[in-house]
């Protein structure tokens, strides 16, 4: 059974960092692409950013590009997003995907970042 | 700035059959945006339905199904059943490697 399991979560100050991690199981890891998409409370799904199954390849929403970096390490299964000058609207349930056919198959459970004095 | 739409809010009555549209504020959509459509109920993770304009995800019931109808696609839930309330979002795949995911459609069985 395919599974996506995220974490790094927490609460974090404006201008903090925070590295989330989405470990991977049941599926050849190495050769998906993986996303990553948020959910701010009462609001609707937002694409985040994506890796190529390699690494080499990434890509990033307007909205993210610059202080958000995705990457991937396929000898442990996990793909990470690296999360910098976090501001308020960061605020957001982050769930990773994995990709078929250019879009979202499966889900993680989500991980919640707060961002808050 | 393109943006992905979808009706805010939908009504079906248990049994009938309603159909969502997902259309692109800069033009047509087409098969080369993949769309794709999502499930959420609150609280919960997506769940994928349809992928690739028209292909179910492995577990979903043929009620559901993908076309593109008038350069939108659409979503099509026929025999509506009341766990069907949920939301609904279409996502296309766009050039240069990008995802939209369009706000979302409140879908209410009654």
């Known amino acids: 059974e395919e599974q996506l399991v995220e974490s790094g979560g927490g609460l974090v100050q404006p201008g903090g960092s925070l590295r989330l991690s989405c470990a991977a199981s049941g599926f050849t890891f190495s050769i998906y692409v993986m996303s990553w998409v948020r959910q701010a409370p009462g609001k609707g799904l937002e694409w985040v950013s994506a890796?190529?199954?390699?690494?080499?390849?990434?890509y990033y929403a307007d909205s993210v590009k610059g202080r958000f970096t995705v990457f991937r390490d396929n000898s442990k299964n996990t793909a990470y997003l690296q999360i910098d000058s976090l501001r308020a609207e960061d605020t957001a349930v982050y769930y990773c995907a994995k990709d078929r056919a250019y879009a979202f198959e499966t889900w993680g459970q989500g991980t919640l970042v707060s961002v808050s004095s | 700035q393109t943006v992905v739409t979808q009706e805010p809010s939908f009504s079906v009555s248990p049994g009938g059959t309603v159909t969502l549209t997902c259309g692109l504020s800069s033009g047509p959509i087409s098969t080369t945006h993949y769309p794709s459509w999502y499930q959420q109920t609150p609280g919960q993770s997506p769940r994928t339905l349809i992928y690739d304009t028209g292909t179910r995800s492995s577990g979903v019931p043929d009620r559901f199904s993908g076309s593109i109808l008038e350069n939108k696609a659409a979503l099509t839930i026929t025999g509506a059943q009341a766990d069907d309330e949920s939301y609904y979002y279409c996502a296309l795949f766009m050039p240069g490697g990008i995802s939209l995911i369009g706000a979302g459609t409140r879908l209410t069985v009654l």
């Open positions: 890796v190529s199954g390699s690494g080499i390849n990434t």
